[in-house]
């Protein structure tokens, strides 16, 4: 069981950067691949990284490639979003996810994590 925990959100102006942290519990953290995800009001919930389990790997969902950074630190099982050039368009509810079936980078479908965060809410004003 990994229990997930989202901070960092808030209301920025477009422009802006956030940085969202992950922290988790449980010993066996580097057994799984991380991804954020974010959900806007009305629509599905969409991908936005993946980190590798090692850290070596990231890939990103093409909106946000170039401006989102994902990082991990797996001695201190926390996994960070670090979001630039923030747009309007941004605004969503972010969530980060563990997925024990990539090593790498190849879980893109919510439907490949098995543990959620509770979420944090990023509004980007124009």
């Known amino acids: 069981q990994v229990q997930l925990v989202e901070s960092g959100g808030g209301l920025v102006q477009a422009g802006d950067s956030l940085r969202l942290s992950c922290a988790t519990s449980?010993?066996?953290?580097?057994?799984?691949?991380m991804g954020w995800f974010r959900q806007a009001p009305g629509k599905e919930r969409e991908f936005v990284g993946v980190?590798?389990?090692?850290?070596?790997?990231?890939y990103y969902e093409a909106s946000v490639k170039g401006r989102f950074t994902i990082s991990r630190d797996n001695a201190k099982n926390t996994v960070t979003l670090q979001m630039n050039s923030l747009k309007p368009g941004d605004t969503a509810v972010y969530y980060c996810?563990?997925?024990?079936?990539?090593?790498?980078?190849?879980?893109?479908?919510?439907?490949?994590?098995?543990?959620w965060g509770q979420g944090t809410q990023v509004t980007v004003s124009s």
């Open positions: 449980g010993r066996t953290f580097g057994s799984y691949s």
């Open positions: 980190i590798s389990r090692i850290g070596g790997n990231t």
């Open positions: 996810a563990a997925s024990p079936y990539c090593a790498g980078i190849g879980c893109y479908s919510a439907g490949q994590y098995d543990y």
